[in-house]
DNA sequence: GTATTATTGTCTCAAAATGGGAAAATAATA
DNA sequence: TATTATTTTCCCATTTTGAGACAATAATAC
């Protein structure tokens, strides 16, 4: 079979990356009433990951978190937070990339560092989803946005991270007011409390969400937004304290 | 000068432990009504480091963590809980072992693995101080507990990592019910609200803790505890879920 | 015994936060 | 001008929390 993917430079560890160490990122984006993550396709196969990388020798890990990120979805500024490192010796056992690919220069592949045990660094990042160019890696063929609810087979124990990220990402989403970094500059009330809901996972109630909102003094309510609708246009909030800002 | 430290098997990475990748473990404990750490102190040095040790190449990160702690308090179920992991490219360049450490076989240390950059993941365990044996590893000669207001110089960035320990720590307080595991099996009212007190860092009031503190229905009352003080007699209490569990 | 002292445990009321229903406001359409 | 679908505000009952006061009690002093 062909080769096509490109890991000239990957399997001897050209760029000096610290070795048995990954860093893996669930990237969150919130889309019609939907939270994503996005994910990006083992070449030739129906598997996916997350968007991963290795750490240079002089490099931070926030750093190169942040660098991987760039690379797969274009922005700069990225909400980032490490949550949890997984380190199970037997993580990256189950659908490895040595199993799921087959292209050619496998016995090369399977004695490379790339082969070895991983212990990942597992961080999210949260995106405005509009915002976002979904660039695949050298692993992969294709990026795609996937609602959570409907996750495609994963490599690895990507799909526990991701279970774990958004863990993480509720038991945030009060205390830090990260959700603000999900939607896009301004939105509207309704528009936030969707994401909340979406995020927790309940319904909460209109009014009191409303009140609890204001109440934090933390909105700058704009102009009204004239949807076209025939109902009440809802006015224009944005968050008042720089978005943006962890790691 | 001669050499006091034992580092066979070390400096060429016998065990084949997972180079560049370090844990650390934060141990807390309640004596006194202080919060304390327990410190190891490099040896003949004045500089202090957490209880870390190495991962090794067929081992889990959480196993590895427990094997270390169980090395160093000869305690056996831990209440661990890994909170972040430091990955700063300078992280290791201050106070470094080889800065520190004068033991004659320098040169062969500087040029070993032990001397390279590491990436550390941070645990902290909360353990019953009244049942720890202290005890030193091959890099340390003594073992001691240190308040936490007042800890000694510190390698590496270990005095950052406990205070983001710390700060987990608080953060799990209530959440988890984790604080019991500063305790011995039964505690007093007073001692409990003490230790709050101590980890949170303001006053509560009497009335309103004992409140919620009953009103969880987690505790169970015991006889009575005669102090020979010349007042009312508190109750002992005990935790009724199993304490310990996590990691 | 009885009073005293130092704590611990309980009670109570006010204030604040939350839950939940209803009403008012309003942008387009009929 | 009435209607419809939302958004926004208002209000009240309930729960939770804050804070002071009081009751209970174990040893000691007298």
């Given at each position: 079979?062909?080769?096509?993917?490109?890991?000239?430079?990957?399997?001897?560890?050209?760029?000096?990356?610290?070795?048995?160490?990954?860093?893996?990122?669930?990237?969150?984006?919130?889309?019609?009433?939907?939270?994503?993550?996005?994910?990006?396709?083992?070449?030739?196969?129906?598997?996916?990951?997350?968007?991963?990388?290795?750490?240079?020798?002089?490099?931070?890990?926030?750093?190169?978190?942040?660098?991987?990120?760039?690379?797969?979805?274009?922005?700069?500024?990225?909400?980032?937070?490490?949550?949890?490192?997984?380190?199970?010796?037997?993580?990256?056992?189950?659908?490895?990339?040595?199993?799921?690919?087959?292209?050619?220069?496998?016995?090369?592949?399977?004695?490379?560092?790339?082969?070895?045990?991983?212990?990942?660094?597992?961080?999210?990042?949260?995106?405005?989803?509009?915002?976002?160019?979904?660039?695949?890696?050298?692993?992969?063929?294709?990026?795609?946005?996937?609602?959570?609810?409907?996750?495609?087979?994963?490599?690895?124990?990507?799909?526990?991270?991701?279970?774990?990220?958004?863990?993480?990402?509720?038991?945030?989403?009060?205390?830090?007011?990260?959700?603000?970094?999900?939607?896009?500059?301004?939105?509207?009330?309704?528009?936030?409390?969707?994401?909340?809901?979406?995020?927790?996972?309940?319904?909460?109630?209109?009014?009191?969400?409303?009140?609890?909102?204001?109440?934090?003094d933390i909105l700058e309510r704009i102009e009204k937004l004239y949807t076209g609708a025939a109902n009440k246009a809802p006015y224009l909030y944005k968050f008042k304290a720089p978005s943006i800002e962890a790691v």
């Open positions: 079979m062909e080769r096509k993917i490109d890991l000239n430079g990957f399997l001897e560890n050209k760029q000096n990356f610290i070795p048995h160490l990954s860093i893996d990122s669930v990237i969150f984006g919130f889309h019609q009433d939907q939270l994503k993550v996005l994910l990006l396709r083992v070449h030739d196969s129906g598997v996916w990951s997350l968007s991963g990388g290795f750490v240079r020798m002089d490099e931070g890990i926030d750093p190169a978190a942040l660098r991987i990120l760039r690379e797969r979805t274009g922005l700069e500024n990225i909400y980032l937070e490490q949550y949890h490192t997984f380190g199970h010796e037997e993580r990256s056992k189950n659908n490895t990339l040595a199993d799921i690919l087959d292209f050619g220069h496998t016995e090369e592949f399977r004695n490379s560092w790339l082969n070895k045990r991983f212990v990942s660094i597992g961080y999210y990042a949260l995106v405005d989803f509009s915002k976002v160019n979904p660039t695949p890696d050298s692993f992969s063929d294709k990026a795609a946005w996937f609602d959570l609810k409907d996750l495609p087979p994963m490599i690895f124990d990507h799909r526990e991270m991701i279970d774990k990220a958004l863990e993480s990402l509720r038991a945030n989403l009060d205390t830090k007011l990260v959700g603000f970094n999900l939607l896009p500059e301004t939105f509207t009330m309704p528009e936030l409390q969707s994401l909340y809901e979406t995020v927790l996972g309940y319904p909460l109630r209109r009014n009191n969400f409303q009140r609890k909102m204001l109440g934090m």
